[in-house]
């Protein structure tokens, strides 16, 4: 209901509509949960995460670039893949594999800062990039299925709580508030621009 809002439901692997104009653009757009059992996983939405996060983000850096928009992509700490270092820094390039089940989305986000940081180093586009860790809070979707989400269904089914392996690997849990004030940060913050920052907690929890 708020005169200032619009809401237009696009596929931004397809260009941008010419009558769009933005000063400031957050491009969050991709499957993210990595649950073979839920329907909107990177593993049931494989090609459509690859696209989204490769052709989308090719679509919204050339729109950012004709608009002189400013744009923050949200990449993934999935782009370190199976990390031999922990905490991992802006700078550590990861473990990966190109052609792992993750790869689908792991290697799409990696493609995607390829691009930002393309057009940021030789298009003087005003980007950055965030790195975001497990964010969890209010509206959490149930499809999601992820750590948080399925403790959360279990527990409020009174059902027994599904944990994988031993439970003593760790995740970075950060609130989504939290995560929110970080991309605010990262976006409206002078001399952002070209960098690459991790956003969630410092603090590791076991599962």
């Known amino acids: 209901d708020n005169p200032h809002f619009t809401f237009i439901h696009h596929n931004v692997t397809e260009p941008l509509p010419d009558t769009l104009h933005a000063e400031f653009i957050f491009h969050l757009a991709s499957p993210a949960s990595p649950n073979h059992h839920s329907k909107i996983s990177y593993h049931a939405l494989p090609m459509e995460t690859m696209l989204v996060n490769t052709t989308g983000t090719l679509n919204v850096l050339k729109f950012a670039q004709e608009h002189k928009s400013k744009l923050l992509f949200t990449s993934t700490s999935e782009v370190y893949g199976d990390p031999l270092e922990h905490p991992q820094k802006e700078t550590y390039r990861g473990n990966v594999s190109t052609i792992g089940p993750r790869s689908v ?43 948080i989400s399925i403790f959360i269904n279990e527990a409020l089914a009174n059902k027994p709580i599904t944990i994988f392996g031993d439970g003593k690997q760790t995740r970075s849990l950060c609130y989504v508030s939290d995560t929110v004030e970080g991309l605010i940060r990262l976006m409206f913050r002078d001399h952002t621009e070209g960098q690459v920052v991790n956003i969630g907690s410092p603090v590791e929890h076991t599962v």
Request: glycine share 4%.
């Open 105 to 147: 989305y792991d290697e799409a986000k990696r493609f995607g800062e390829t691009l930002v940081s393309y057009f940021w180093r030789e298009k003087n586009l005003d980007a950055r990039i965030a790195r975001i860790f497990n964010t969890y809070g209010p509206r959490l979707s149930q499809a999601d299925m992820r750590m």
